[in-house]
T-cell receptor, first 114, second 114 residues
Framework: GAGVSQSPSNKVTEKGKDVELRCDPISGHTALYWYRQSLGQGLEFLIYFQGNSAPDKSGLPSDRFSAERTGGSVSTLTIQRTQQEDSAVYLC????????????FGQGTRLTVV | GDSVTQMEGPVTLSEEAFLTINCTYTATGYPSLFWYVQYPGEGLQLLLKATKADDKGSNKGFEATYRKETTSFHLEKGSVQVSDSAVYFC?????????????FGTGTLLAVQP
């Protein structure tokens, strides 16, 4: 596609429910990132996929968070048993490779846990 | 570990004023350095980058020079406009480090008044 696409753009869920956030990276981009942006906070790294390598999961805040990337393309970030502190904008980005190329960001999914 | 530190905002300037947003970094390898910008209601986009020491990135009147001796990548613009009002993020990608992920600073809100 023309850019990184994320869905849904907004999600309101009840505390304790599971949610899935989807990211469609730019075609051909081998690197994919998930970040979280809370109100008044910076960009918190969550997880990084690069080609067929094992993902860097070092930023996932708890075992309620998981992500997968199928076929080296679409990625899904899953949050189980959501908590109010999970409310944030979840951003996905992709880049061409692990070299010095820029990352392109999607518009984000705004998650609100009530 | 790798990190980015940037000056806290908000930074409030009058139109045509000179802008400096400080950014310093810590990295174990050979980082590339970036400035991303997030305009109100929009996604993050790359503003400029530098991939090695002494490189100068520039775009839209903004400049930043990769200073290895001071581990800095300060963003400057000689004359800001109201349309420059946005959140600015300094970031690094450490190619010689354990991972290539993009690491962001906390962001600096710039508000330019007419």
């Amino acid at each position: 596609g023309a850019g990184v696409s994320q869905s849904p753009s907004n999600k309101v869920t009840e505390k304790g429910k599971d949610v899935e956030l989807r990211c469609d990276p730019i075609s051909g981009h081998t690197a994919l990132y998930w970040y979280r942006q809370s109100l008044g906070q910076g960009l918190e790294f969550l997880i990084y996929f690069q080609g067929n390598s094992a993902p860097d999961k070092s930023g996932l805040p708890s075992d309620r968070f998981s992500a997968e990337r199928t076929g080296g393309s679409v990625s899904t970030l899953t949050i189980q048993r959501t908590q109010q502190e999970d409310s944030a904008v979840y951003l996905c980005a992709s880049s061409l490779d692990r070299d010095r190329t820029e990352a392109f960001f999607g518009q984000g999914t705004r998650l609100t846990v009530v | 570990g790798d990190s980015v530190t940037q000056m806290e905002g908000p930074v409030t300037l009058s139109e045509e004023a000179f802008l400096t947003i400080n950014c310093t970094y810590t990295a174990t390898g050979y980082p590339s350095l970036f400035w991303y910008v997030q305009y109100p209601g929009e996604g993050l986009q790359l503003l400029l980058k530098a991939t090695k020491a002494d490189d100068k990135g520039s775009n839209k009147g903004f400049e930043a020079t990769y200073r290895k001796e001071t581990t800095s990548f300060h963003l400057e613009k000689g004359s800001v406009q109201v349309s420059d009002s946005a959140v600015y993020f300094c970031a690094l990608s450490d190619h010689g480090g354990a991972t290539n992920k993009l690491i962001f600073g906390t962001g600096t809100l710039l508000a330019v008044q007419p």
